[in-house]
T-cell receptor
Framework: QKEVEQNSGPLSVPEGAIASLNCTYS??????FFWYRQYSGKSPELIMF????GDKEDGRFTAQLNKASQYVSLLIRDSQPSDSATYLC?????????FGTGTRLKVLA | GAGVSQSPSNKVTEKGKDVELRCDPI?????LYWYRQSLGQGLEFLIY????????KSGLPSDRFSAERTGGSVSTLTIQRTQQEDSAVYLC??????????FGQGTRLTVV
């Protein structure tokens, strides 16, 4: 089993809709969870992090963590064409950040 | 500097030549990471440095790859006898601790 699993997509949503991105992980000792956004040809940039079970909201983004089920998700409300990118999930149990392969999101205008 | 700085931005080399990629992390960041991203693929962990501790080299794909970090700051990733499959974007990242890592702009390596 891969340490971090994401659906590669592409996930296509119409402009203004909610995009839901999911990630499962295998290490029950993981403490911190992060979502990165990567535009084509650019480096990943950190957009959200979550440590505790439940929801964390930041603007149009909400991260959801369920440690018992070992999944973390990212919701993007009012999706914009500028949100079109690859979204990478990662966690840090000790120090090593293991990344999923990413989900490609396409927001259709 | 304000962010992680990598050089060169692009490197084209002939198969069999050695290359050196440089990373200058954010000032004060004790942790430094190297990742590799092949076209259309995810991030592949290569090596991790933390302060003066022995580096975690578990991700290096072969003994042609090596890295060092001098004075706890600048790091150099060296690839000897480059092969075409080494073509990728090499990303460096740094952090203070467990609050996520920040990436440089990457070095795009092309082996011809």
């Amino acid at each position: 089993q891969k340490e971090v699993e994401q659906n590669s997509g592409p996930l296509s949503v119409p402009e203004g809709a909610i995009a839901s991105l999911n990630c499962t992980y295998s290490d029950r000792g993981s403490q911190s969870f992060f979502w990165y956004r990567q535009y084509s040809g650019k480096s990943p940039e950190l957009i959200m992090f979550i440590y505790s079970n439940g929801d964390k909201e930041d603007g149009r983004f909400t991260a959801q963590l369920n440690k018992a089920s070992q999944y973390v998700s990212l919701l993007i409300r009012d999706s914009q064409p500028s949100d079109s990118a690859t979204y990478l999930c990662t966690f840090s149990g000790t120090y090593k950040y293991i990344f999923g392969t990413g989900t490609r999101l396409k927001v259709l205008a | 500097g304000a962010g992680v700085s990598q050089s060169p931005s692009n490197k084209v080399t002939e198969k069999g030549k050695d290359v050196e990629l440089r990373c200058d992390p954010i000032s004060g960041h004790t942790a430094l990471y190297w990742y590799r991203q092949s076209l259309g693929q995810g991030l592949e962990f290569l090596i991790y440095f933390q302060g003066n501790s022995a580096p975690d080299k578990s991700g290096l794909p072969s003994d042609r790859f090596s890295a060092e970090r001098t004075g706890g700051s600048v790091s150099t990733l060296t690839i000897q006898r480059t092969q075409q499959e080494d073509s990728a974007v090499y990303l460096c990242a740094s952090s203070l601790g467990v609050g996520g890592i920040g990436f440089g702009q990457g070095t795009r390596l092309t082996v011809v």
